[in-house]
């Protein structure tokens, strides 16, 4: 196999057999992520050992994040503890300071601030002035603007709807339907609608907790309880049996990959999400590596250049990692739109195995689109404005020699009268 992705998707369904393969060559290079984790010059590395040296290398960053709190607050956190009035009686640790700063702001009785406040006011949001915290300014802010914006909201016209779409579609027809009354919005029939189309209960509480225009900022916890209470009626129940029967859990072995790499995951994993999201855990650890893992192809080595400077700039974190500025400098350097496609599939941390299982990548293809639609619209943008500067260059040129014409003639018409007074 040309790559331990590939291995690794064998390897799930046949683990026995394929662990005793020698790993591939290129694992072994990149395997010297972090200095300590053993000697990569063994020729028979197997499978199973490299799989060991992930684990090795998840328990490396433990104690690097061990490390990390226990090193002394930073100048950073010492000035926000401060902007929020806590008193601090000892010197504090990283870790102990980010957890002060965390509770704080969970549990703060803080007054809502000058710019909350006018927001309220511009809105005609009545509010009690001595009860409202800046905690609930915020809710109610996030829920306001959540309205507003189902509203005028219109169904993308896509062939891809994220789950973020799907609820903003239900959501703006509820609140129409309820004609603008949310002491009447329902997100409990919003989510039956979203559990009959198999969407999973996580994103389900995600959509809810950041677009509901009455829910938006609750906990979890209350958010699920209304999902149980949505999945009791008879019809989702039905619609849960019949994704039941094409449901594929994942396999023994992907939840023990999972479990080694830190990856998140419950019983309702699909198989193909597992794949998924153990094959974007392992190019994420490319981006980390020493020497990242070349591509197969130029737009594949040109994608893992960018993203490893990506990474390094978003502190590796991948949450603050984001494919669109990649994609968008691969345009502009004249990549095809459908190597930029396989690259992303093969390459990305966040987008990697897209593709459907008939090899279709209408997601990753309208991803790309987007991008250069961005490009080409920055360029119509520049485009006019470079235009209206010449426009306005031309018309103070013209208006200079029209005023110099105009001072001519008033000259001529000077020297003139002078001439007839002598």
Known sequence: MAKYLDTLKDMVNAPEEIAQAPAEQWLKDRMAMKEGLGDMSEANLTNAEAAQMLLDYEAFKEKNREEWRANPASERQLKALEDRGIEIQKQLTMGEASDMLRMHDN???????????????????????????????????????????????????SKFISVEDRYNELAAAELKKVNGDLTKFNDIAIMREMLKDGIKKDNIIKAVQEHSPVNAKNTVKNIDYMLQQAAKDPKVQEALAEHAKNFKPATEAQVKAMNNMGISHTEATSKADAFRMITRKMCEYNLNAKQPAKGKTPAEERYTQLAVEAYKSAEKKIENFHDKPIVQQMLTEGFEKKDIVNALDEKSPRLAKSKKADGSAEFLEEFVDKCKNEIDKKKEQDQNLDNSAKEQQTKKAEKTIETTKENAIEQQKNNSRGRKKK
């Open 107 to 157: 549990f703060s009785t803080e007054k809502a601030t000058p710019d909350q406040k006018k927001y309220l006011e511009e809105n005609k949001i009545q509010y009690d002035e001595d009860k409202l915290t800046k905690k609930n300014a915020n809710k109610i802010i996030s829920r306001n603007s959540n309205r507003k914006f189902l509203e005028n909201y219109k169904k993308p016209d």
